[in-house]
């Protein structure tokens, strides 16, 4: 049990089709975070939701669209994806102080493999 | 944007064996973290540090800020020890100031 869990676990889609990522956290934290991980990449970020607030997006394509009902809960929209958009995506939460190092530590999720036929 | 470089980039060792991963990075940080990640994909912080050393159980984390360098060490190493390991630095600036290396992929064998 991580405190933050990610469904579903493994989603295969077409390009045409339209899915979503779900990502809960139970830790009380106010900020969530949503990663890409590719084969042989380092992490990248995607977006940062502070209090619920889109602080970040790293030049994300507009085929993904993050929405944060509330600081429990983050999802990740998918719809018209590439076949080069298929990887580990992870959420991650922790506690913002407003200060110094803001993400540290993250807890991640266990991540959704998401593979675009 | 920091540069991190984690060597070496795969390891096979035995059991018992006293393992060492390095992280080398670019710009000045902040704060450094370890993490590790298994095979099913889910990521533990292992330690975040910004000065000196850190020990949790068989797991020994250093830093040295001057020459911009960190080293994870697992002493008497254990199959279960069997992860990728992934430095990140923070160097301010927000989300986008966690850099994170590319993973060390370790296997220990019994």
């Known amino acids: 049990e991580t405190g933050v869990t990610q469904t579903p676990r493994h989603l295969v889609m077409g390009m045409t089709n339209k899915k979503s990522l779900k990502c809960e956290q139970h830790?009380?934290?106010?900020?969530m975070y949503w990663y890409k991980q590719s084969a042989k990449k380092p992490l990248e970020l995607m977006f940062v939701?502070?209090?619920?607030?889109?602080?970040e997006n790293n030049s994300v394509p507009s085929r993904f669209s993050p929405e944060c009902p509330n600081s429990s809960h983050l999802f990740l929209h998918l719809h018209t994806l590439q076949p080069e958009d298929s990887a580990l995506y992870l959420c991650a939460s922790s506690q913002y102080q407003g200060t110094g190092p803001p993400y540290s530590p993250l807890h991640f999720g266990n991540g959704t493999r998401l593979t675009v036929t | 944007k920091n540069e991190v470089e984690q060597s070496p980039q795969n390891l096979t060792a035995q059991e018992g064996e006293f393992i060492t991963i390095n992280c080398s990075y670019s710009?000045?940080?902040?704060?450094l973290h370890w993490l590790q990640q298994h095979p099913g994909g889910g990521i533990v912080s292992l330690f975040m540090?910004?000065?000196g050393k850190k020990k949790h159980g068989r797991l020994i984390a250093t830093i040295n800020i001057q020459e911009k360098h960190s080293s994870l060490h697992i002493t008497a190493s254990h199959p279960r020890d069997s992860a990728v390991y992934i430095c990140?630095?923070?160097?301010?600036?927000?989300?986008?100031?966690?850099?994170f290396g590319k993973g060390t992929h370790l296997i220990i064998q019994p």
């Open positions: 710009v000045g940080i902040s704060a």
């Open positions: 939701y502070n209090f619920k607030e889109q602080t």
């Open positions: 830790l009380g934290h106010n900020a």
């Open positions: 540090l910004s000065s």
């Open positions: 990140a630095v923070y160097s301010g600036g927000g989300a986008d100031g966690l850099t």
